[in-house]
């Protein structure tokens, strides 16, 4: 095929007011925004159905992380893959794909199990743990996509402003999530949280064919740079899968040194051969600017903090509370409600005070966020535990926020959508590895704390039930039947494992509010060519 070529129209009057993409942008944002709402609501959701799955389907505590990781897997490894191909073929075709893989993705995992009775040698969680890959694959496609859209569809101006929106959006179906999945997880059945994205993209697929109208750039369609793709999405697997396997198999063992050795080689050949094609899936021209580099490290940082510590939450209420999955989900709300209310200012104060400021300050709010998380008592009031969601949530949202800012804002409009990609990517590895390492850590705590809690009674323990109850505890939950003394150690050691948790965030967050001084706000350029499919 012939090279890509972007060769951009004649601006009108009214792209001043309507960016480059063409069509009216609050209407684009409202159509990008409802796909993506899938991805925060399965986000929110899949952590309060997480203990029920776990009873429900028999599944380990190595399961439920691979219901997770396995997602940010697919998503670290193809993200910046499906951000070229956005640039290459089009980012609203790209962008239609992704919402309908994801919602009929979706609809597979609610049948994970009727999957499992017909396929020979399929558990109903090895079901719905591949099925969460694919979800992920999809999910990746959509995320750059959206995006770039948006990029393509407000002026520089209120590239922020339209930010902060869609920051609020974002919070307010983040919001919905425990509520919704909190009811339907007790009333109904787990798997009617994953069914509940089949109508929400249906919505968005209608929308987004008579709402978004494509960049209007001619482009022939480029050649796709396989041999980086191979390459790249190799080096990411090597990584995020010694991340998630290391604690299970040791950081010293042959495995796991082979499997670094080949993301070393393998991301090494990646970069050179990067300098020498001639349409790169990453050109690194793209990380010579300093903010676009240093934004790509603080994503992974932020995303090691929070999803690495949030992943216990869930257990934490279920588990050691005894809460019911609907109380769960209303003792999260504070955060993802909180979201609504400091998305837009967050997009405002980055406009006024630029990206530096904004950004420390809102990463030295998460620090504090994580730190009261780390004192929270054993029977933690709402106003307890309500108090640091809230925190979060007004510490977050100017770093989310600005780091689109920052690195889809710093790089070329032809290149939005590999940068949306590597902001997404960035995030996905940064969660896996805040998960992996964050979930050794409490491992390791919980073991080295749990013969203490039970006392003279350990000593009686033989060590493969010890073994269990370690697992136990990782979960929060005590096998029924056992003696008080025995329950109380389980729910004391994962206390815990789970404040060293958020300890280790905590100062994750004050370590990055320090990157935040080396970076600038992204050029507010209109015009520029974009690659249209």
């Not at 709010?365 to 029977?379: E, N, V, Y």
């Not at 933690?380 to 689109?404: C, N, Q, R």
Request: charged residues 10%.
């Amino acid at each position: 095929m012939a090279n890509a070529k972007a060769v951009a129209e004649p601006s009108s009057p009214s792209l001043g007011k309507t960016g480059t993409g063409g069509g009216n942008p609050w209407l684009v944002l409202l159509a990008v925004s409802l796909g993506v709402i899938m991805v925060m609501l399965d986000g929110t959701v899949v952590g309060i159905a997480n203990p029920v799955i776990q009873v429900e389907l028999k599944a380990s505590l190595s399961d439920l992380q691979w219901v997770t990781s396995g997602y940010l897997l697919a998503l670290a490894v193809f993200l910046i893959t499906a951000g070229k191909l956005g640039d290459l073929f089009g980012h609203k075709r790209v962008f239609l794909i992704g919402v309908t893989g994801f919602a009929l993705s979706s609809v597979g995992i609610g049948l994970s199990q009727e999957l499992a009775d017909v396929i020979p040698g399929v558990s109903p969680v090895g079901a719905l743990i591949g099925l969460r890959v694919l979800q992920g694959l999809f999910g990746a496609l959509l995320q750059p996509a959206a995006l770039a859209l948006l990029r393509g569809a407000f002026p520089g101006e209120k590239l922020n402003q339209a930010m902060g929106a869609w920051g609020a959006i974002i919070g307010l179906s983040s919001a919905a999530g425990p509520i919704v999945g909190g009811v339907l997880v007790e009333k109904v059945s787990w798997e009617t949280v994953f069914f509940i994205n089949a109508p929400v993209g249906i919505v968005a697929l209608i929308m987004g064919i008579f709402l978004i109208k494509e960049n209007r750039v001619v482009q022939t369609f480029g050649r796709i740079d396989w041999l980086g793709v191979l390459l790249l999405s190799g080096a990411m697997f090597s990584l995020v899968w010694t991340i998630i396997k290391a604690p299970e198999w040791g950081w010293g063992d042959a495995t796991t040194l082979t499997f670094i050795g080949a993301f070393v080689v393998l991301i090494a050949l990646f970069i050179v051969w990067q300098s020498k094609a001639k349409q790169p899936l990453v050109p690194l021209s793209l990380f010579k600017n300093v903010s676009i580099s240093i934004g790509t490290l603080l994503m992974m940082m932020v995303a090691f903090a929070m999803f690495g510590a949030m992943f216990f939450l869930g257990f934490f209420f279920q588990g050691v509370h005894g809460l019911s999955p609907l109380e769960a989900g209303l003792r999260m709300l504070p955060m993802s409600a909180g979201m609504i209310v400091a998305s837009p200012l967050a997009g405002m104060a980055i406009g006024k005070l630029g990206p530096k400021i904004t950004m420390a300050a809102g990463l030295l709010i998460t620090a504090c966020s994580m730190f009261l998380m780390s004192r929270l008592s054993i029977d933690a009031s709402f106003i307890e535990s309500g108090l640091p969601f809230v925190l979060l949530a007004f510490g977050l949202s100017p770093v989310f926020v600005g780091a689109t800012e920052i690195i889809v804002g710093n790089a070329p409009v032809e290149l939005s959508g590999v940068a949306g990609g590597v902001q997404q990517s960035a995030m996905q590895v940064g969660g896996a590895l805040g998960t992996a390492i964050l979930g050794a850590v409490m491992a390791g705590e919980i073991a080295d704390k749990l013969p203490g809690y039970l006392g003279p009674a350990a000593q009686g323990v033989p060590p493969e039930q010890l073994t269990l109850l370690e697992k136990a505890a990782a979960f929060g939950m005590a096998p029924p039947g056992l003696p008080e003394v025995v329950t109380n150690a389980v729910h004391n050691s994962f206390m815990d494992g789970m404040h060293l948790a958020f300890l280790v965030s905590t100062g994750v967050a004050v370590l990055t509010a320090l990157l935040t001084m080396f970076v600038k706000a992204g050029r507010k350029s209109e015009g520029a060519p974009v690659h249209v499919g």
